[in-house]
């Protein structure tokens, strides 16, 4: 098992920049696709962000793309979310999440497809 914690959340103004930390503790990090998703108010969760293993394979949400930048340090068993240029829509919990088992070219979407998951952090983008 793997354990998540995100933190870096917070309140910034729309157009401003915040970079979300998730540390993991538990089974060796590398083996583990990671995610971000997030969840608004009186919606379902939903994906922002993947990255491979090891390999620099990326995927993001189409409303994201351009904006948000997802990277990893394997040797600090920590992903990141780096998102710039915020809107308001961006208002979410932020979760870190993962699966162990799939391949690194093809990068899971689905909630259902993550088997662990963070508390989560607010990220509130003021207009």
């Known amino acids: 098992q793997v354990q998540l914690v995100e933190s870096g959340g917070g309140l910034v103004q729309a157009g401003g920049s915040l970079r979300l930390s998730c540390a993991a503790a538990?089974?060796?990090?590398?083996?583990?696709?990671m995610g971000w998703f997030r969840q608004a108010p009186g919606k379902e969760r939903e994906f922002v962000a993947a990255i491979s293993r090891s390999e620099p394979i990326t995927a993001y949400a189409d409303s994201v793309k351009g904006r948000f930048t997802i990277s990893r340090d394997n040797a600090k068993n920590t992903v990141y979310l780096q998102m710039n240029s915020l809107k308001p829509e961006d208002t979410a919990v932020y979760y870190c999440?993962?699966?162990?088992?799939?391949?690194?070219?093809?990068?899971?979407?689905?909630?259902?497809?993550?088997?662990?998951w963070g508390q989560g952090t607010q990220v509130t983008a003021s207009s």
């Open positions: 999440a993962a699966y162990e088992y799939g391949s690194s070219w093809y990068l899971k979407r689905n909630t259902y497809e993550y088997d662990y």
């Open positions: 538990g089974r060796t990090f590398s083996r583990y696709i």
